[in-house]
């Protein structure tokens, strides 16, 4: 799910009831990211959970998300901060102003992380770089 609030981008992967059982199962997903240049992007995850344990991720658990293109150059990597007090929801932002990356498709967004228990995730998701057009009133300044 794709929002755009004055010209920044929020890719939101609404994850309830993710599971790290049996390599993992994600229960909704989007198709693509977009990630905009020159824009701050905030990257969300929500409900992380560990079947294993039972339990939500939380404080001790580790999430970062790592932009890659085509190639394999890593464009950026952000560390997920964990929402304290919330069930598994983790978020980020990256990029800004001056973030311009080339716009074009073959990027890869590339979760990964550690649960509080240990347990290892890792999920790619296609991404796309995108130009967001200028809209008159609206301003990052």
């Given amino acids: ?69 085509q190639y394999g150059n890593v464009i950026t990597t952000v560390a997920l901060a964990y929402a304290s007090g919330s069930n598994g929801n983790f978020s980020a932002s990256f990029g800004g102003l001056q973030f311009y990356p080339v716009v074009a498709r073959g990027y890869t967004m590339l979760l990964q992380g550690l649960s509080d228990w240990g347990n290892a995730f890792s999920l790619p998701i296609l991404a796309e770089v995108v130009q967001v057009p200028i809209v008159p009133g609206i301003s990052d300044e």
């Fill in 1 to 69: 799910m794709s929002t755009i609030y004055n010209a920044a981008l929020m890719i939101a992967i609404q994850a309830q009831g993710i599971s790290l059982e049996g390599g993992g199962v994600v229960s909704a997903l989007p198709s693509k990211l977009l990630v905009c240049v020159g824009n701050t992007n905030i990257l969300q995850v929500e409900g992380m959970f560990d079947l294993q344990q039972e339990a939500y991720w939380f404080t001790a658990a580790t999430l970062s998300g790592t932009l890659i293109d």
